[in-house]
């Protein structure tokens, strides 16, 4: 993984987007009290956003907005970014910043659709086809997975342990 990729994103208006960190806390519960009429208590509010991976817009410091967002979403903000095709060489910078946004969430395997990958790319980068089952993976598991996302394994590359 290259770790010199952004962890953040600057919007054409100034405002810096990237995930909420506990220590911003502070000013989401300024954003909160405004927006909400309700007494926030500091343990609610930390369990409340811990819950879920928050995208937070910040300007000078201060939170503007916050937004609960998922990897599929995070991939579409760097598709728009680093536009690529299947078979481009931007592919791989695209697939990096996932990898490392994946990584942070914990996962231990990384799916990706055949659609997003040439194959001859996917093998470069060290992803396996989907239809081979190591053997740590449960293969039902896997299985379930893919299919609440519309897909069968020999639709998919995946890499292991990243």
């Not at 054409?12 to 220590?23: A, D």
């Not at 500091?42 to 609960?68: C, M, P, V, Y």
């Not at 994946?102 to 239809?131: F, M, N, V, W």
């Amino acid at each position: 993984l290259n770790q010199d990729l952004p962890e953040e994103v600057l919007s054409f208006t100034g405002e810096v987007f990237r995930p909420l960190r506990p220590g911003d806390f502070n000013t989401a519960y300024e954003l909160f009290s405004r927006v909400f009429l309700q007494e926030w208590r500091e343990e609610d509010l930390f369990r409340a956003l811990s819950r879920q991976t928050i995208l937070a817009g910040f300007n000078e410091d201060k939170i503007t907005a916050l937004a609960f967002w998922k990897a599929e979403l995070f991939l579409s903000l760097i598709q728009n970014i680093i536009p690529y095709a299947p078979q481009s060489e931007e592919v791989k910078h695209t697939l990096e910043v996932l990898a490392i946004i994946a990584h942070t969430h914990l996962c231990q395997t990384l799916y990706i659709s055949r659609e997003l990958i040439h194959p001859a790319t996917a093998k470069a980068l060290g992803y396996l086809p989907g239809d081979y089952f190591p053997p740590e993976l449960n293969t039902f598991a896997v299985t379930n997975f893919l299919r609440k996302y519309g897909l069968m394994p020999e639709e998919v590359f995946f890499k292991p342990n990243f």
